[in-house]
Nanobody, 126 residues
């Protein structure tokens, strides 16, 4: 059974940092594209970053480039999102998602992902 469990969220001041983790079960992490999405109140869910399973290349949304870093530890089956220089507009519920089609290039498009975690809240506020 596929499971994705996010952790590491919370309240942080503007300019601060936070690292999210996504513990995975039920599939081989490096075979499938995996991503982070977020959804702010009243807004649609948007892609933040993803990692391709073909060559490990990564894609970032323009809004987080240079501030966020996606990574993973295949042996420990964990995906990370390091978030630096956080802004109030980064406030959202963050979701981990996996596309269970093998060896694909990732895209930041919600319909491409078929398994999701429950999400974790990140609030950036002074």
């Amino acid at each position: 059974q596929v499971q994705l469990v996010e952790s590491g969220g919370g309240l942080v001041q503007p300019g601060g940092s936070l690292t999210l983790s996504c513990a995975t079960r039920g599939f081989t992490l490096d075979w499938y594209p995996i991503a982070w999405f977020r959804q702010a109140p009243g807004k649609e869910r948007e892609g933040v970053a993803c990692t391709s399973s073909t060559d490990g290349s990564v894609v970032y949304a323009d809004s987080v480039k240079g501030r966020f870093t996606i990574s993973k530890n295949n042996a420990e089956r964990v995906q990370y999102l390091q978030m630096n220089s956080l802004k109030p507009e980064d406030t959202a519920r963050y979701y981990c998602a996996v596309d269970l089609r093998e060896f694909r290039t990732c895209v930041l498009s919600e319909p491409e992902y078929d398994n999701w975690g429950q999400g974790i809240q990140v609030t950036v506020s002074s």
